[in-house]
């Protein structure tokens, strides 16, 4: 009798305190949720920060403050298409990683051959078919690197870039007086003209919003501040991106002067047609939608891979491109230009002032940059290895990649990134 009454004391003694009952079940819990942790950031996703400044201005890269980044392990390496992010482990050391930007994927049959040529991509099946990799100024606008911004958010005189009226203050509109009149602006366009008004550092005139100086390597970053590395190399792609109040402007002229040419979009909003001129003179013809009234209309163009483009609206179907021909060309436009000068320019007639609500300048991927002692780069047309992929950093001047390591081997793929995640003020989804 007395053994059967100890039976649930000798039961309770086995199963243990309420509080190491607890104790154990926090444990279990814990060192499941850590397994589930691991496998998820092993199999599915992981978290990774942007150490260098290799791939600004499209990530931010700092060892303390760096992005960071959220990485798909999901996605199949075979998916990789041409400008994708990709996170890849660092061929100098397995416990590193690199993100980069694909270039071309070895693969590829087609475009397994890769030369960097004067900033921009070629590809082709061998190396005496390399063709010009073109982007869609508009599809593509994730591939574009600031260089000036309005209203800005840095210290940097707007002056040294943009040349705008006197006594504007930031956030306010700039404003753009009416020119005179059609033949006038055109006269002001052809090469003699535009030479005196540009000489000893003028400019096209008071009432043309202009770039100050020529558009370069260096770029601002996602905090609005400029990086100046590659200050000294000039670019020929270039573009302005801004919101219009176009208030029942007849005419409006946008273009960039490639020197010593200039190309000019001649826009008529209300009549929806578009002319190129070079030089002051029509060399083709478009049409947009009509835009009537003082409603803000988005206006981009410039020159982009070896084509000029002009575009309203933000829409891909108006958007006209028309590729740069060589007869266009002054008899003694230089054969190679190291250094190309350039020029944006923005001017309209109406009733009453164009009013500027915001924009920006913006230059192209570059994929150049001088030669240093003791470091290798590649300079002519190579071949990328079917199981390779060849990668190259967004900021061009400060990139360990391809150009130095080679092609990476597709077995080395990690992920690719899908947002930023933090500093939670830099959160953004990421487009490739």
């Not at 003082?294 to 609206?313: H, P, Q, S, Y």
């Amino acid at each position: 009798m007395n053994q059967s009454m100890g039976l649930p004391d000798e039961k309770k003694a086995r199963k243990g305190s309420p509080t190491r009952l607890l104790v154990r079940d926090i444990a279990i819990v814990a060192l499941v949720a850590w397994l589930s942790l691991q496998a998820l950031r092993r199999f599915v996703a992981d978290r990774y920060i942007v150490p260098t400044d290799s791939m600004q201005p499209t990530l931010y890269g700092s060892r303390e403050s760096g992005d960071i980044v959220l990485v798909d392990k999901l996605v199949a390496a075979s998916t990789l298409r041409r400008f994708d992010l990709a996170v890849f482990r660092s061929p100098e050391d397995p416990n590193s990683h690199l993100v980069k930007r694909v270039a071309t994927i070895g693969a590829d049959l087609q475009h397994c051959w890769l030369e960097l040529r004067d900033g921009d991509l070629w590809l082709g099946p061998d190396a005496n078919r390399l063709q010009r990799v073109t982007k869609d100024p508009v599809i593509d606008r994730d591939l574009r690197v600031t260089w000036f911004e309005w209203p800005s958010r840095n210290r940097d005189p707007v002056e040294q870039c943009l040349l705008l009226p006197r006594g504007l203050q930031q956030g306010a509109a700039i404003e753009l007086p009416s020119l005179e009149n059609v033949d006038e602006a055109r006269s002001s366009l052809t090469r003699h003209a535009r030479n005196l008004r540009l000489r000893d550092g003028g400019t096209l005139g008071d009432r043309w919003l202009s770039t100050a100086r020529a558009v370069d390597v260096s770029f601002l970053d996602v905090l609005g501040l400029r990086h100046r590395d590659g200050g000294n190399v000039t670019v020929e792609d270039a573009g302005f991106d801004g919101t219009l109040e176009l208030n029942g402007a007849e005419h409006v002229f946008a273009g960039i002067m490639l020197r010593p040419d200039d190309f000019t979009f001649h826009w008529r909003p209300s009549v929806g047609t578009v002319e190129l001129l070079c030089n002051g003179e029509v060399k083709a013809h478009g049409t947009m939608p009509v835009i009537t009234g003082v409603a803000k209309t988005r206006v981009e163009f410039g020159f982009l891979d070896g084509r000029l483009f002009f575009a309203i609206e933000g829409r891909a179907d108006a958007l006209w491109c028309e590729v740069l021909k060589a007869e266009w060309r002054s008899a003694d436009t230089p054969t190679a230009q190291p250094m190309p000068k350039n020029l944006l320019h923005l001017g309209a007639i109406g009733p009453r002032s164009v009013r500027v609500a915001r924009c920006s300048v913006f230059r192209d991927l570059h994929y150049f940059r001088e030669r240093m002692i003791g470091v290798a780069m590649h300079t002519y047309a190579s071949h990328v290895e079917p199981g390779t992929v060849y990668l190259l950093g967004d900021n061009s001047f400060d990139s360990r990649d391809s150009r130095q390591m080679g092609a990476l081997p597709i077995r080395d793929f990690v992920g690719q990134p899908r947002c930023v995640i933090g500093p939670p003020v830099r959160s953004r989804w990421l487009q490739r």
